[in-house]
């Protein structure tokens, strides 16, 4: 089966870095991809992993290490507007489905 | 580029109706766009996978009949709920597959489209 763990919540405060990690088991796997949606709107791309290390993008970077089946998304110098939902998904079959975790509730506060 | 529209933003109907969702890819060919509801403060639940000029691949548990998807140019899907009921009020989202680029596995999604039945 097909099984994307990440934590419900987590809040932290603005101007602050926060870690929101991911761990997986697929039958197999072709990329980790990861969504910021804000309520009642559709996800947005953040970033992918494919290959092991790290990938920075601005303020955010995401860190894959495939033999341990894991992720984790790095936010830095939070802004309210990050309050949002993360969503991890895995792609696990050429060109087919994403297999999304729960999302995990970020709420940042002054 | 890599935009993908859903009409209606949102809907309201009464129980017994149908009702039809679209999901366009707006710079892009699609072969294959995805369907997905989702329920407050959850993770989006895949209902089916919608290939241009074929049938439709549904996911476990999703009534094929309840939920028509045509799939009929590489630009459009649409979603057909039919007979709703107020269990099926939910966000509809869906998303879509570059034909010729992307990431692998890598989606584009629509802004969504907020079903009530009352």
């Known amino acids: 089966g097909q099984n994307i763990d990440q934590p419900t919540e987590m809040t932290a405060t603005e101007g602050a870095i926060v870690q929101i990690n991911c761990t997986y088991q697929?039958?197999?796997?072709?990329?980790l991809f990861w969504y910021q949606q804000h309520a009642g709107e559709a996800p947005t791309f953040l970033s992918y992993n494919v290959l092991d290390g790290l990938e920075e993008k601005g303020r955010f970077s995401s860190f894959l290490s495939r033999s341990k089946g894991y992720s984790y998304l790095l936010l830095k110098e939070l802004q309210m507007k990050d309050s949002a939902s993360y969503l991890c998904a895995v792609s696990t079959e050429y060109g087919n489905k994403l297999v999304f975790g729960a999302g995990t509730i970020l709420r940042v506060k002054s | 580029g890599a935009v993908v529209s859903q009409h209606p933003s949102w809907v309201i109907c009464k129980s017994g109706t149908s009702v039809k969702i679209e999901c366009r890819s707006l710079?892009?060919?699609?072969?294959?766009m995805f369907w997905y509801r989702q329920f407050p403060k959850q993770s989006l639940m895949l209902m089916a996978t919608s290939n241009e000029g074929s049938k439709a691949t549904y996911e476990q548990g999703v009534e094929k009949d309840k939920f028509l998807i045509n799939h009929a140019s590489l630009t459009l899907s649409t979603l057909t709920v039919t007979s709703a009921h107020p269990e099926d009020s939910s966000f509809y989202i869906c998303?879509?597959?570059?034909?010729?680029?992307?990431?692998?596995?890598?989606?584009?999604f629509g802004p969504g489209t907020r079903l009530t039945v009352l």
């Open positions: 710079d892009f060919q699609a072969t294959t």
């Open positions: 998303s879509a597959r570059d034909r010729f680029d992307g990431r692998v596995g890598e989606q584009f």
């Open positions: 697929t039958s197999g796997f072709n990329g």
